[in-house]
């Protein structure tokens, strides 16, 4: 059932980042959504969490002059959660979830928001195919579907009004696809979903991934089948 359409007045917007040792690419994501908060002429807060981290991503963040919130649960789930809460606590309308090693483009918020929708799952690129090589490039290219209407659901670009995720419970404190799980409290919920390729977001294909069931990991399980890879 789908609950009839309330428009949601976007005052403020709250970007959440999960972190576990990523001081060499959190710059770039931080930068990135810097570039998308001066689109969207918006307030825009920033929060990641750093995860267990034992480098320093924490003095990175706060380089940027962004919240880095620390944490030891070695959870995904919670720490988008932790983030999440912190940033309803600063009362802003609009959460926006990505990735450390991910680089959002200049109109990301500014396409979520102009969706007018509960929700957006958007859709990824991927930044390089060096460790796979070229025959996965191609292989990603044909079966994955960068357009309107797909129905994939990335942690990395993730976008929904503080009221659908109040009403979905929030995230769960899964290790993995916490993304999913959230996805379909919300479609259950009633929540209205754009399932969109406007806003853009470009990540890694590194194998040192840090979710065991996420998108590098599918990445390297289909490498593994089909013999990509170098």
Not at 79 to 106: N, P, Y
Not at 114 to 121: I, Q, R
Request: negative net charge; aromatic residues 6%; glycine residues 8%.
């Amino acid at each position: 059932m789908t609950a009839p359409k309330v428009a949601t007045v976007v005052r403020s917007v709250g970007v959440v980042v999960p972190a576990h040792n990523e001081e060499r690419l959190i710059g770039n994501c931080l930068a990135s959504i810097a570039r998308a908060a001066k689109v969207a002429r918006l307030p825009v807060h920033v929060v990641v969490v750093c995860d267990a981290c034992t480098d320093n991503t924490a003095d990175v963040v706060e380089s940027f002059g962004h919240r880095a919130r620390r944490c030891d649960a070695r959870n995904v789930g919670v720490a988008r959660s932790i983030g999440a809460e912190a940033m309803l606590d600063l009362g802003v309308d609009w959460l926006a979830f990505t990735d450390a090693d991910t680089v959002v483009c200049s109109r990301w918020l500014s396409e979520q928001l102009a969706l007018d929708s509960d929700v957006v799952c958007g859709t990824v690129g991927v930044e390089d195919w060096d460790v796979y090589g070229e025959a996965m490039r191609r292989h990603f290219e044909r079966t994955y579907r960068d357009e309107d209407g797909h129905r994939h659901i990335h942690g990395a670009n993730l976008g929904m009004s503080a009221r659908a995720y109040r009403n979905a419970g929030g995230f769960a404190a899964l290790a993995n696809s916490e993304d999913v799980a959230l996805v379909a409290a919300l479609e259950a919920s009633g929540a209205r979903i754009a399932w969109s390729a406007s806003p853009r977001v470009v990540t890694s294909a590194r194998t040192d991934f840090r979710a065991t069931a996420g998108f590098g990991a599918t990445l390297a399980s289909v490498a593994g089948v089909a013999g990509f890879g170098r």
